[in-house]
């Protein structure tokens, strides 16, 4: 596609600029979200985005669905949602034979919309999809087209009838991402904008093809060794009563990351710095994103909860 992998980091800045002019054209701010988000998609990785309703979770991700020229399907998971509703199902056709239709997992970008609402063995259903990028139905496997991303929401207010996301589910999200309100300004700007008689149209600013092709490109990008140990010491201090366990964990935390957080700190540190055209990640890119890594990684203990000592204040401390 690129003559060299210069050639392709140098398309693929510009191509990230493309893209946040495009987005812009509908969503007003949330740069971070929005540069996490496209992250996440050249990391392979997928993002659990949480946030209170109204805040246009779902046109994010439609919006960037759009500029990135992928399919984009949307799941709204409910109490009574079943497995088969996620991943298809088989059904008798018209010759008597059985036949699979497939669900909404099968697009790139797939939208699990409050997620915590539906039990655990519907969650389930979207393990095997995130993880091995294929689903299994009546003992057949059905391979899901590549790009494929997950981005899930929850809502942090209302605790009425929701199922928490088990650990081992909690650990298939590259990033945890929190969305907060708009600032004054931008408030008045998305008012402007979603008020008035038109609204903007976004272009596809890339194919399928091109961002598989930058996936791998993440992927090559060369790392110094000292970026590897911090990522992994980093990791390591989260682990409370551990010979490598820092104070603040053993004082604050039940338990800590495992190695899969290592892996996406440096992954994750590879892409930031290609979207930042440089062509090799220092430690500034992996802790630009060890908060959102580590933040649903770690669990807090009773003492933080009683002093009111955050996830986020411990990952910081853990850094300094």
Not at 54 to 79: D, E, M, S, Y
Request: net charge negative; hydrophobic share 40%; aromatic share 8%.
């Amino acid at each position: 596609m690129y003559q060299s992998d210069v050639e392709g980091a140098k398309a693929l800045v510009k191509k990230y600029d493309d893209l946040k002019k495009e987005i812009s054209k509908v969503i007003v701010g949330q740069h971070d979200v929005i540069h996490k988000t496209i992250l996440s998609i050249f990391c392979q990785g997928h993002v659990l985005l949480v946030g209170v309703p109204g805040l246009a979770k779902t046109l994010l991700v439609n919006t960037i669905g759009q500029a990135l020229g992928l399919k984009f399907n949307r799941i709204q998971f409910t109490p009574d949602l079943m497995p088969s509703d996620i991943i298809g199902t088989e059904i008798l056709d018209e010759t008597r034979q059985f036949k699979f239709v497939k669900g909404p997992v099968f697009a790139n970008i797939v939208l699990a919309d409050e997620i915590n609402r539906t039990p655990p063995k519907t969650q389930a259903a979207l393990l095997e999809a995130m993880q091995e990028k294929n689903v299994t139905v009546s003992g057949k496997s059905y391979r899901l087209q590549e790009p494929f991303f997950v981005l899930a929401t929850q809502n942090p207010i209302e605790q009425e009838g929701t199922y928490p996301l088990p650990e081992a589910q909690l650990d298939r999200f590259m990033f945890n991402i929190m969305l907060d309100y708009p600032a004054y300004e931008e408030e008045i700007d998305v008012v402007k904008n979603t008020t008035g008689a038109m609204l903007g149209q976004v272009s596809p600013v890339m194919n399928a093809e091109e961002i598989v092709y930058f996936q791998q490109l993440v992927r090559r990008v060369p790392v110094a060794d000292n970026v590897y140990e911090y990522a992994v010491r980093l990791v390591s201090r989260t682990r409370p009563h551990t010979a490598t366990a820092h104070e603040m964990s053993n004082k604050y935390l039940s338990w800590g990351a495992g190695p899969r957080a290592s892996q996406y700190l440096i992954i994750g540190a590879k892409g930031n710095a290609l979207l930042k055209g440089k062509y090799s990640p220092d430690i500034e890119d992996v802790m630009e994103i060890a908060i959102p890594i580590l933040r649903h990684r770690v669990v807090r203990n009773y003492s933080a909860e009683a002093e009111g000592v955050t996830v986020e204040d411990i990952i910081n401390g853990l850094m300094e």
